[in-house]
């Protein structure tokens, strides 16, 4: 898998030193190829970096993060955003949504929450590639593998199953997770577990024994206890704020 380009904006130098020196971009397979202070520096940046993953503060001079990405959008509909900021308002973290940013994370930033994240949008940018081009796919081991994992969610799936199930051997699958995606075998379950949760919470009345159930886990402690990590909040509060905030 090829490096993604990474481009930091924020008005304030040592969070983007802190971005620089203290996230391990190289294990990420990410490598931070510009940065911006202000909205204007950011358009022009994203424009001629055409930076894979854009680190975006949204209180910055000029013009303000969100707007950058509503205007960058209009260019490069398929370019993350992920936004780093101090304001732990839902009214924000509902305009990042509307503009579809890859994730919302709050400062002073954990880091291995943020590794977290850079591991799901990686895992996000190959089902966008499969979806736009699936047919020259079709014979590629990690989409057989991924398609599999996805179809059978709801299962005690491991890398001893995959091996069974396809004939190749436990470390061959995880290396292949590894190269082809950018992540861990259990990073890449993990987050298609949390996608399919999230999206029984809010399109069905099931109750969230029964999502967990759905999404690979017998116990929904255990599920309770994976998704708040995932999320920062249970599966019963995130169903309750979706449906508040539709309602307000």
């Known amino acids: 898998m090829k490096k993604l380009r990474v481009l930091l904006v924020g008005d304030e130098i040592m969070i983007r030193e802190g971005f620089k020196r203290l996230f391990d971009w190289e294990a990420h397979d990410c490598e931070v190829v510009g940065e911006a202070a202000d909205g204007m520096e950011a358009l022009a940046r ?9 680190i975006m503060d949204i209180n910055i001079p000029i013009m303000s993060g969100l ?4 205007v960058s959008r209009i260019k490069h509909p398929d370019m993350a955003f992920v936004i780093v900021s101090g304001y732990d308002d839902f009214s924000y973290c509902r305009e ?4 579809k940013i890859t994730d919302y994370i709050l400062k002073p930033v954990n880091y291995e929450e943020f590794g977290t994240c850079i591991d799901n949008l990686k895992i996000g940018l190959f089902q966008r590639q499969v979806e736009k081009d699936p047919s020259p796919q079709e014979q590629r081991p990690i989409t057989a593998l991924t398609q599999y994992l996805r179809d059978h969610l709801a299962e005690d799936v491991s890398l001893t199953v995959l091996s ?3 004939h190749l051997s436990p470390q061959y699958i995880s290396q292949l997770f590894k190269s082809e995606i950018g992540v861990g075998f259990l990073a890449y379950l993990t987050n ?5 949760a999230k999206r029984l919470l809010l399109s069905t009345d099931l109750s969230v024994a029964e999502v967990a159930d759905r999404s690979g886990y017998a116990d929904y402690r255990v599920f309770t206890k994976a998704f708040k990590k995932a999320e920062n909040v249970t599966p019963s509060q995130y169903r309750r704020e979706f449906f508040t905030d539709r309602q307000d």
């Open 46 to 54: 994203i424009d001629s970096l055409l930076p894979d993953i854009v």
């Open 192 to 196: 298609v577990r949390m996608e399919n």
């Open 96 to 99: 990042a949504l509307r503009l």
């Open 67 to 70: 707007k950058v990405i509503q």
């Open 164 to 166: 069974e199930e396809f």
